[in-house]
């Protein structure tokens, strides 16, 4: 089975945009998970322009299912993650004033870096994922630092399925095959939707966990939230 974490960064832009408190981000991920959602899913960013650092200490009071904080882990991020424990941190290299993330880590320039950081989150208790490209030599600098999982950037998935779906495959289940060769987990999210991902998963057998945000919420536009959790568990099958 793989895990559905919604990724609820949306709902906080569309609260941010009045100012006020609705959509309310707590109840959100409540109804999230109790139309069946494994997991919650944030990426709070420097400038809080949607998920907040006091949406991140709400959330973790309520949140029963897996909690994901992802981030680059600059000193405040290092505090948030470490004063509200969540179940896993995911380590994301995007630049402060970037739009959202468009780059995994790399391993090997920043194993030195990446195993400080992921000791210092492990010593805590917490799963650690890392970002990564579909590329091997990301993967196998990854399970040098020590890391739990890593997260595999499927924006390229998403822009080339429609187009040709097993080119646009191919690196994910090549580094899928040697991540789990090396005891790593495998998750994957970004520009996921109900298009593409069956596909994914039924290509990468051994997929933990997905978190998907932006085409899951515009998805909930049409369609109803809970309506469109349930169509994502049922594909994740
Ligand atoms: C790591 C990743 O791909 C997601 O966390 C995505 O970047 C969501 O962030 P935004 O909602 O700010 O685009
Ligand atoms: N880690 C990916 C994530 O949380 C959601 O990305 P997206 O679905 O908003 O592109």
Not at 15 to 37: H, K, L
Not at 79 to 91: G, S
Not at 93 to 121: C, H, M, Q, R
Request: charged residues 25%; contains cysteine; glycine residues 6%.
């Amino acid at each position: 089975m793989t895990r559905l974490s919604v990724n609820i960064n949306k709902i906080a832009t569309l609260r941010n945009a009045r100012g006020g408190d609705m959509p309310n981000v707590v109840e959100a991920a409540q109804r999230i998970e109790s139309f069946g959602a494994q997991g919650i899913t944030v990426h709070p960013r420097p400038d809080e322009r949607h998920i907040t650092y006091q949406d991140v200490a709400d959330l973790k009071k309520v949140v029963t299912t897996e909690f994901n904080i992802e981030g680059n882990p600059n000193d405040k991020f290092i505090d948030l993650v470490l004063n509200n424990k969540p179940t896993q941190v995911t380590l994301v290299p995007d630049a402060v004033d970037a739009i959202t993330s468009d780059a995994g880590w790399d391993t090997v320039k920043n194993e030195d870096y990446l195993k400080e950081i992921v000791s210092l989150f492990k010593k805590e208790g917490i799963r650690t994922s890392i970002f990564v490209d579909p590329n091997q030599d990301m993967i196998t600098g990854a399970q040098k630092t020590g890391v739990d999982r890593i997260e595999l950037y499927t924006e390229a998935y998403a822009k080339h399925y429609q187009n040709n779906k097993l080119t646009a495959i191919r690196a994910y289940k090549e580094c899928a095959v040697l991540a789990d060769s090396l005891a790593l987990g495998v998750n994957a999210g970004h520009d996921l939707s109900l298009d593409n991902i069956a596909y994914f998963k039924e290509q990468i057998p051994v997929l933990k966990e997905v978190s998907i945000g932006h085409a899951l919420i515009s998805e909930a536009m049409y369609l109803g939230l809970e309506n469109v959790v349930k169509q994502y568990l049922n594909k994740l099958k």
